[in-house]
């Protein structure tokens, strides 16, 4: 990874863990829901407990879909690459799935698939170009 790259992804982690992450997670406890965010949980591969992180995801009738932003790097996707049996909230259920890599997706286009409607997709997709570093595209096939 190129030093720019690296920084980027430094500065990234800071915010999500000290900004963005608690403030999702805030707006959880108080009951509000959005469609932008959702929570993904990973079993950590150090502590053994279940890992909460908030996640955009796009929902399909056999999984979702989410990009980890920063590829192999973030702690959620170093968790999945340990253990792939996930949970992951849809709407007020939550869904248990395995999740895998798929590296030969275009993780931009997917995130164009995230956009509620058409009028929101360049906003959608220049969010994700602002916060990645290393994306990679995540299937999270649901077995329950």
Not at 20 to 43: D, H, I, K, W
Not at 72 to 86: F, I, M, T, Y
């Amino acid at each position: 990874m190129t030093d720019p790259a690296l920084r980027k992804f430094r500065r990234e982690r800071i915010v999500g863990r000290y900004v963005a992450n608690p403030t999702v997670g805030l707006l959880r406890r108080l009951g509000v829901r959005t469609t932008f965010a959702t929570e993904l949980q990973t079993m950590g591969r150090k502590s053994g407990r279940w890992r909460s992180v908030p996640v955009s995801a796009r929902f399909d009738t056999t999984g979702a879909w989410v990009i980890s932003q920063h590829g192999h790097r973030s702690g959620w996707a170093l968790n999945v690459a340990d253990d792939p049996q996930v949970r992951i909230r849809q709407g007020h259920r939550w869904r248990s799935g395995t999740a895998r890599f798929v590296p030969d997706d275009d993780p931009a286009a997917r995130a164009r698939t995230f956009a509620t409607s058409p009028l929101l997709a360049p906003l959608v997709t220049a969010t994700f170009r602002a916060l990645q570093s290393d994306p990679i595209s995540v299937r999270i096939d649901f077995v329950d």
